[in-house]
């Protein structure tokens, strides 16, 4: 997150993101959301209201995701350059 907020390349969680963003979580751990990121993820597409990822140790397994944009869990985007 800090490299991406230093290069001015990112975007909070309410952003709608584009495909190839890598999309950042702050999970809900003993009732709290620390601000820090806990897992992350790539963004494939977004369709109908929901970021659809790819993540890794999902499960223990590579899997594919999806949230409602602008859902509480997701901190934000980093936007690579293109």
């Not at 790539?42 to 990822?53: L, P």
């Amino acid at each position: 997150m800090d490299w991406f907020k230093a290069r001015g390349q990112w975007l909070d969680g309410s952003a709608t993101p584009g495909s190839g963003m890598i999309i950042f979580f702050d999970w809900v751990e003993d009732g709290v959301q620390d601000g820090n990121s806990d897992h992350v993820g790539i963004v494939e597409k977004v369709e109908g209201g929901r970021v659809y990822t790819i993540e890794g140790n999902s499960g223990d397994a590579c899997e594919r995701n999806s949230y409602p944009v602008g859902n509480y869990q997701i901190l934000g985007y980093g936007t690579p350059a293109l």
